[in-house]
């Protein structure tokens, strides 16, 4: 039975090309569209995560609940002492402090409000990758009153490396303090949002403004973002569960969250697509072929062969034939994944973001064994409408075809 399908897919060679090149189109084009999504959301992942959130983030119990309108009562104390043993579980790069603020900015013409945020530079700057400096350079590792603008601070202040600033903001004991600080940067992440209000000053900047010790939160770093869920696990057990909320990035991130789903629905939307494209291409071929091999059909049960031989055949014939293109159309994918992700693509930047970036064909095993699965199951399935009506066409009627 299988050699006879073999001989019978490429006695008619024409057809039998057209019907795979439908199916590797297919199996290709699935291929490629998945791996670009893939390389979009990863990309925005990580930026979000290395330029903001970092993986995982503890709370002192109550913070993001409260902690807007009473941010001083839910500081966390000794937070070195938490970050060492923190420190100690697997898989964990570092622990980073912070302390959040908002407040007024001020060029000594124009004000404006903004959120800030105090950071260990040494422990931030082998971390935060993503960070990308549109001008001057980096808070100095020896602290002093130094602040990064985010871009939009920088253009509604016109403020630029070298000129100076004033913060004012309340401190713990509510009382209001102000520094003036020399603007060293401007830099640029992922969210144009957090750019056009988002202030960096050093970690002790911040609290000198504040006056405190203490830290809002604990960012913690992982060698691999795959690891968040096994990790906080472990971040759980090591604290008290009554004393500290532990957040993932995935909870803290509302803009990734809402892109993922928004580009999945495009994804399954275009999967469908595909498909009914695979399926028609695949069901007019099978339809031309059946009703050209008729007269076959018909010399088979004049020989005495019933119409279950006939549709075993035929179904024989198309999963060859489906094997051979969805096999194809996955090499074929990969190979343009491969080759388009040499060159990249230009992409412009999302909504709600600054920055362009580079888009990568990213080679996924999953969708690589989707997109088979879909080629396959979609060539037999157009051919068995065709394969049924073929097995039960009457002796007479298939014979007049000859």
């Known amino acids: 039975m299988w050699r006879l399908a073999w001989r019978n897919i490429f006695r008619q060679r024409t057809r039998t090309a057209l019907t ?33 959130l970092g993986h995982l983030q503890v709370y002192k119990a109550g913070f993001l609940k409260s902690g807007r309108t009473a941010p001083f009562q839910y500081m966390i ?48 700057e082998r971390w935060s990758s993503s960070l990308k400096l549109l001008s001057g350079r980096q808070l100095s590792q020896k602290g002093g009153y130094e602040i990064l603008l ?17 913060l004012l903001l309340s401190t713990a004991g509510g009382a209001l303090n102000s520094l003036d600080f020399d603007v060293v940067g401007v830099f640029q992440t992922f969210s144009k949002d957090y750019d056009d209000r988002a202030v960096r000053v050093t970690l002790d900047a911040a609290q000198e403004l504040l006056g405190t010790t203490e830290v809002h ?12 869920e096994a990790v906080l696990g472990l971040v759980r057990g090591a604290l008290a569960q009554q004393e500290f909320e532990v957040k993932t990035w995935r909870e803290l991130a509302d803009f990734y969250t809402k892109a993922a789903d928004l580009y999945e629905r495009y994804f399954l939307v275009l999967k469908l697509i595909i498909l009914g494209l695979v399926l028609l291409g695949v069901a007019n071929t099978v ?24 549709f075993r055949l035929l179904l024989s014939e198309y999963s060859l034939v489906a094997l ?12 343009l994944a491969f080759l388009i992700s040499l060159v990249g693509i230009p992409m412009p930047p999302m909504p709600n973001t600054n920055a362009g970036y580079t888009a990568l064909i ?38 007049r075809h000859n």
Do not use: C, W
């Not at 791996?35 to 330029?51: H, K, N």
């Open 150 to 166: 985010g871009q939009g601070v920088a253009q509604s202040l016109k403020l630029k490396g070298g000129d100076r600033a004033t």
């Open 362 to 399: 990213r080679i996924v095993p999953l969708e690589v064994a989707q997109a088979f699965i879909v080629g396959f199951a979609g060539t037999l399935g157009a051919a068995l409408l065709p394969a049924r009506r073929a097995s039960r066409i009457a002796v007479f009627e298939a014979l």
């Open 20 to 52: 795979l090149a439908a199916i590797m189109f297919g199996v290709s084009a699935l291929i490629v569209t998945g791996g670009f999504v893939e390389d979009t959301l990863i990309q925005l992942r990580e930026s979000t995560i290395q330029s903001q």
């Open 77 to 124: 104390h000794e937070p070195e002492k938490i970050s060492s043993q923190l420190r100690g579980l697997p898989d964990v790069l570092d622990i980073m402090p912070r302390v959040t603020f908002s407040g007024l900015l001020s060029n000594s013409r124009t004000t404006v409000g903004i959120i800030g945020e105090g950071l260990d530079v040494a422990r931030e």
């Open 217 to 228: 939160k604990l960012v913690i770093a992982l060698s691999d973002t795959r690891l968040t």
């Open 324 to 335: 051979i293109g969805s096999a194809g159309g996955a090499a074929l994918g990969m190979l």
């Open 287 to 310: 339809n031309m072929t059946m009703y050209q091999r008729t007269g076959e059909f018909g010399t088979l049960k004049a020989l005495g062969n019933r119409g279950s031989l006939i």
